[in-house]
């Protein structure tokens, strides 16, 4: 359990004489498991962050919610009784919803129910729930009164010649609770930071996926972590500096699996800060990505600049003009020699139509996501399209 859900339920049960629980226990795991194989991972990882989504919709902000190994706890600070159990219910209701909506989950169930407990038959039940809460979040400060509160997930980067994942691509979301302009678990806002600032993030998710990765490799697998970086710092020389050197620390064996993703290069990058700064990273960066937008009528600056891979997150909605725009962004990535991948690919319909481009490299939700780097494997076309049945 994370340390901030920790504090929050010793503080609970510090002034409590009796305790009102939900319990969510999720049916059928094993069956699922098995039906899905490779997929299971992201698959119960997706079913886990949608539920949760759920239940945050329906409680009060103070009650408490811990994730368990095969379900969820909710601890009620107010809710009683008769109106704790049809929030149950309800909360029930629309997890079984969401489940009959996804391939293979949909053979799980939800058993669920409310009841009011003494500390100690709490404890009891806390202790046989087999706890499994999410990594704890990180902060960084980014002004002299600002910060910003993140956790790291991973997504699969799906290769459609090989057919496996070898490599993730690490997202940054927002996990703060008191930030009114950011909703929890979207992808972190960077844009507007100064080179400082957007350094001081950089660096503290290039420590966090490096410690996320030394984890793995301990465990004696490895695999690459593709991490983001800002072009605001980047380009600049002592932000970059700054940020290069981190690199540069990094354990050998480990900086041959980080490969760097620049982001956010805006559309008037002088050619000649531009091939500086890339000269610099391939130093120290073994591969790198480069994220633009499929509109954007800039490519060519990347032609011919030793960019491994570049990329952009693929529209959700596909329009003819959408199509058009992706026809001359494969066309230039090509004369540039770079391989292309698209992130974002959310769902499955999309995921249907960025595979049918020429595209090399695939992520996003209808690929995956996990709270960690995990081991290469095998993922067929044809498995990642029947999960769309």
Request: aromatic letters at 8%; proline letters at 5%; charged letters at 25%.
């Amino acid at each position: 359990m994370n340390d901030d859900v920790m504090i929050q339920l010793k503080r609970h049960l510090a002034s409590a004489e009796q305790i009102d629980v939900s319990r969510y226990q999720f049916l059928n795991m094993d069956r699922v498991r098995e039906a899905a194989g490779p997929r299971w991972p992201e698959l119960r990882e997706r079913a886990f962050i949608a539920s949760r989504s759920i239940i945050e919709r329906r409680v009060a902000e103070d009650d408490l919610i811990i994730q368990c190994e095969s379900g969820y706890l909710v601890i009620f600070k107010a809710l009683s009784g008769r109106q704790a159990q049809a929030l149950t219910n309800k909360v029930r209701s629309e997890l079984e919803e969401f489940f009959l909506g996804e391939a293979f989950i949909n053979q799980l169930g939800v058993e669920a129910k409310s009841e009011q407990l003494s500390v100690e038959e709490f404890a009891a039940t806390l202790a046989s729930a087999d706890v499994d809460e999410p990594r704890q979040a990180r902060t960084v400060q980014t002004e002299p009164d600002q910060n910003k509160a993140f956790s790291l997930f991973y997504q699969p980067l799906w290769d459609q010649k090989r057919e496996a994942v070898a490599s993730y691509i690490v997202r940054a979301v927002n996990a703060g609770v008191d930030q009114p302009f950011q909703a929890r678990n979207t992808d972190l806002m960077l844009t507007d930071l100064k080179p400082d600032a957007r350094c001081a993030v950089d660096q503290a998710v290039l420590e966090s996926a490096t410690e996320a990765l030394e984890e793995l490799v301990r465990s004696g697998s490895r695999c690459a972590l593709i991490v983001p970086a800002g072009y605001t710092s980047l380009s600049n020389p002592r932000t970059r500096s700054t940020y290069v050197t981190a690199l540069a620390a990094l354990p050998a064996h480990l900086r041959q699996l980080i490969w760097v993703q620049i982001k956010d290069a805006p559309s008037d990058t002088p050619p000649n800060v531009l091939d500086e700064t890339l000269r610099i990273l391939h130093a120290q960066s073994p591969k790198l990505f480069v994220h633009v937008r499929t509109d954007w009528p800039y490519w060519s600056r990347f032609e011919h600049s030793g960019v491994d891979a570049i990329g952009a997150d693929f529209p959700q909605r596909l329009t003819e003009s959408d199509r058009l725009d992706i026809e001359r962004f494969m066309a230039s990535a090509k004369r540039g020699g770079s391989l292309v991948y698209f992130n974002r690919v959310e769902t499955w319909e999309s995921f249907r139509a960025a595979s049918q481009t020429s595209a090399h490299l695939f992520s996003g939700k209808a690929v995956g996501q996990l709270p960690h780097p995990a081991p290469p494997y095998r993922l067929s076309r044809a498995r990642l399209l029947n999960g769309a049945l």
